[in-house]
């Protein structure tokens, strides 16, 4: 009897490895054959999936923007959370507060230096960190009052805040602690949320006569 195969475990499983090896030992060491020793599949079979080298690394940065993303899926509906509970324990997950997410920011930069070498115009990185800051403003901005203008330069200015965080993992690692990172970026939303609540019309209050 054929044997079942699911192709798309497969590619994930591929993926995974050399995700692990490229945060362990950087992209140019996550050739085929160290894919190979490193994930117990056969060269051959890594290009039967993958039979240009960038497609499988193109297809690694795709499959960590998906991790990360059901990731933030789950927190998005998690009904038992408030709205800046999941705001920031979305924004949470780009930032490198435990040994995996760490991981995932070094792939990433390693990853980055192949679009940079041959540019495809798709940073999916940077435009899924985008959504999910418009995203945290569109929550936090329950009555709306903020106008597009002021909405989209919050929402850059949360962008740049989780990139630069990020960045400190990549420039100087372990030089700023978990605890530290989680206070910057609830400081952050505090300010975005304090420039909402004083935009909120207050009705006056009447007092008897």
């Not at 999936?49 to 998906?66: A, M, Q």
């Not at 418009?134 to 989780?162: C, N, P």
């Not at 609830?186 to 006056?204: S, V």
Request: proline share 4%.
């Amino acid at each position: 009897m054929p044997k079942n195969v699911d192709h798309q475990q497969r590619r994930d499983d591929i993926a995974q490895a050399t995700f692990e090896l490229i945060a362990r030992n950087g992209l140019m060491n996550a050739s085929v054959r160290a894919v190979a020793d490193y994930s117990g599949y056969s060269a051959g079979s890594i290009r039967h999936y993958f039979p240009v080298h960038d497609e499988l690394l193109r297809y690694v940065s795709s499959y960590l923007t998906r991790q990360i993303g059901s990731r933030i899926s789950a927190i998005a509906q998690d009904e038992k959370l408030t709205v800046r509970q999941r705001v920031e324990q979305a924004c949470e997950q780009l930032l490198p507060l435990d040994a995996m997410r760490k991981r995932e920011i070094v792939a990433y930069a390693e990853l980055g230096r192949l679009e940079r070498a041959r540019p495809t115009g798709r940073l999916e990185e940077g435009q899924e960190i985008a959504k999910v800051c418009e995203a945290s403003l569109d929550a936090l901005d329950v009555h709306r009052v903020l106008d597009k203008v002021r909405r989209a330069q919050l929402a850059r200015r949360l962008h740049w805040v989780l990139d630069g965080l990020a960045a400190q993992e990549i420039i100087y690692p372990s030089y700023i602690n978990p605890a530290d990172i989680q206070e910057e970026l609830r400081q952050t939303l505090d300010d975005i949320e304090r420039e909402i609540a004083d935009l909120i019309p207050h009705t006056p209050q009447t007092h008897p006569t």
